[in-house]
T-cell receptor, first 114, second 110 residues
Framework: NAGVTQTPKFQVLKTGQSMTLQCAQD?????MYWYRQDPGMGLRLIYY???????DKGEVPNGYNVSRLNKREFSLRLESAAPSQTSVYFC?????????????FGDGTRLSIL | KNEVEQSPQNLTAQEGEFITINCSYS?????LHWLQQHPGGGIVSLFM???GKKKHGRLIATINIQEKHSSLHITASHPRDSAVYIC????????????FGTGTLLAVQP
């Protein structure tokens, strides 16, 4: 049971570099989410996709873009990485949109921006 | 003041003890989530509840809507319960979103 798979698990970038974090789920879920987790703070929503073909900004979208490639995949792109984007990134999915449903999380991507 | 606050922030217990983690929120909610994050980082959804009580194995979650308070209880705690426990409130309505607490770090010692 793969569930939600994130790649890569770890990444170190230099300021200004770009990269894409990949996320795929095999549970046929309609909704997918990207969060970041920083020390001393709760998880914060970056972007979400309520269904295939739609994306919406969350609480902290600046500096990020997303693509809902198909029902399975939801990628997060950093166009020009900044040290403030050093964080642990989690992808999640749920059967339907709305946050009153259990979410299934990936194992996270630890990203360091030097 | 954060909209979702957990207490305690850190908790150390001896194996076998009964553990309670508290979550208070200041917003109206449609549901409250309890999550578990193990060392190594993976996050697992434990419960989602909007009223009353839910039980799964040794874990029990309760919520009091009037008092805007939820608790997570662990009976007969075990070292494998060591993790960060996170509550998150779904505020429903037009700005439907999850508001996360900062987590409670639990260490259960053998």
């Amino acid at each position: 049971n793969a569930g939600v798979t994130q790649t890569p698990k770890f990444q170190v970038l230099k300021t200004g570099q770009s990269m894409t974090l990949q996320c795929a789920q095999d549970m046929n879920h309609n909704s997918m989410y990207w969060y970041r987790q920083d020390p001393g703070m709760g998880l914060r929503l970056i972007y979400y996709s309520a269904s295939e073909g739609t994306t919406d900004k969350g609480e902290v979208p600046n500096g990020y873009n997303v693509s809902r490639l198909n029902k399975r995949e939801f990628s997060l792109r950093l166009e020009s990485a900044a040290p403030s984007q050093t964080s642990v990134y989690f992808c999640a999915s749920s059967p339907e949109g709305g946050f009153n449903q259990p979410q299934h999380f990936g194992d996270g991507t630890r990203l360091s921006i030097l | 003041k954060n909209e979702v606050e957990q207490s305690p922030q850190n908790l150390t217990a001896q194996e076998g003890e009964f553990i309670t983690i508290n979550c208070s929120y200041s917003v109206g909610i449609s549901a409250l989530h309890w999550l578990q994050q193990h060392p190594g980082g993976g996050i697992v959804s434990l419960f989602m509840l909007s009223s009353g009580k839910k039980k799964h194995g040794r874990l029990i979650a309760t919520i009091n809507i009037q008092e805007k308070h939820s608790s997570l209880h662990i009976t007969a705690s075990h070292p494998r319960d060591s993790a960060v426990y996170i509550c998150a409130a779904c505020n429903g309505g037009a700005t439907n979103k999850l508001i996360f607490g900062t987590g409670t770090l639990l260490a259960v010692q053998p």
